[in-house]
């Protein structure tokens, strides 16, 4: 049984893969900064909210419907 698909399936999907690009390009830069920390043997202390700040670029570029910021409901 072949499916058909629709429009709002496929801009779901381009958010959510727009997201988790986001999402891998910011967990790479805590990853980066948490190396640098260990290498010149700092504790690494608070951590940025990457997933916050991965969510606020999409927004800020129009990726997610109506630009809701991180954890705000309709």
Do not use: C, H
Not at 4 to 23: H, I, V
Not at 36 to 46: A, D, I, K, L, Y
Request: proline share 5%.
């Amino acid at each position: 049984m072949a499916f058909r698909e629709l429009a709002y399936q496929a801009k779901a999907l381009a958010a959510l893969e727009a997201w988790l690009e986001r999402l891998a390009e910011e967990r790479a830069e805590v990853d980066d900064y948490i190396a640098f920390q260990q290498s010149r043997g700092r504790p690494v202390g608070n951590l940025p909210d990457f997933p916050t700040k991965a969510w606020e670029r999409l927004a800020a570029d129009k990726g997610v419907p109506g630009g809701r910021a991180y954890g705000q409901s309709r």
